[in-house]
């Protein structure tokens, strides 16, 4: 059957393109530009549900076979591919290349529908309309991520001071050679002095690096002789996690008085800027968090934060009190 749109409805598509086009062209541009401000990548906007996208593609190639504006065509093709390519590849968690190729994917559908919008759509009121769609977007997608990690980062750290022994936990990471996780016998000194203000004060799980995906950092104690080690799981969508070590001690560092915990993202002052001494060229008085970080600490005493850098794709430690 020959598919084709009557005049009437790809008038009503033009004008749909007309708005949904900014809008998609906004929120894109607004990652990027937070991805260059922070290094972190924003979620992206696929919806992996097979019962939704595969029936949603369809009609979307079937729209763009029925429609004499090319625009609109190159525009609802993309978006079908663009769907079905979600399916096999989340996009959010990839390296920045694929992630880039698809937000330019998408960019490229909001672009067409814009394009095939103006030029079938001669309503000026709409014209602005679009315009103010497509201003409002960028500030929007870079301030909604901005407080999505925020708001994620202190969900995780009020929930992690009640979390149970994390049993289940173990079965999902595998120890680096030598090391063992805790257990119920290890609870001795501060460990079982302050468990009822940190019930497990060895593990702690957030989104560490931005992927989206939850990543696991741990004390883990040595099979055969007293030292220790503070070691992150960060967490991938196909094999097992990758392992960063962050910290290996010896045996003449008691393990109990140490614990790790999730800090939300916020504002924090270093140890040099409260004054514990003057800071040095490589050292700031104040942090800006925009992902957890992890509280590494000497039960009342001194502490530092291992916080993620997109940049270098590492970890780095900074001293919070001394």
Known sequence: MNFRLTSEKEQALAKIGLIAG???VGSVIGGFLYYAATG???AHSAIAWVWFVVPMSVVLIWIASGTQ???LRVAFATMALTNLASLFAPLRGLRVAAWIV??????IMGACLTLGGLQMVRDRKLRAVALAVFLVMVPFRYWSTQNWYSLMGETRARAAL????PTSLRAT???PNGYRFPTEADYRGDWLE???QLPVPFHAEADFNGDALPDDAWILLRRDDPGWGVFVFLGRRLGSPRLMTLEEVSGDVPIHRHGISVVPPGRYQTACGKGYWDCKADESESL???LPAINFFVYESANSYFWWDPRAEAFKQTSISD
């Open 288 to 290: 800006t968090f925009k």
């Open 194 to 196: 302050f468990r009822k």
């Open 40 to 42: 972190i990548r924003p």
């Open 69 to 71: 504006n090319l625009p």
């Open 22 to 24: 900014p809008a998609i």
């Open 102 to 107: 698809g937000e330019s994917a998408y960019l």
């Open 173 to 175: 990471v595998t120890p």
């Open 162 to 165: 009640t979390k149970p022994f």
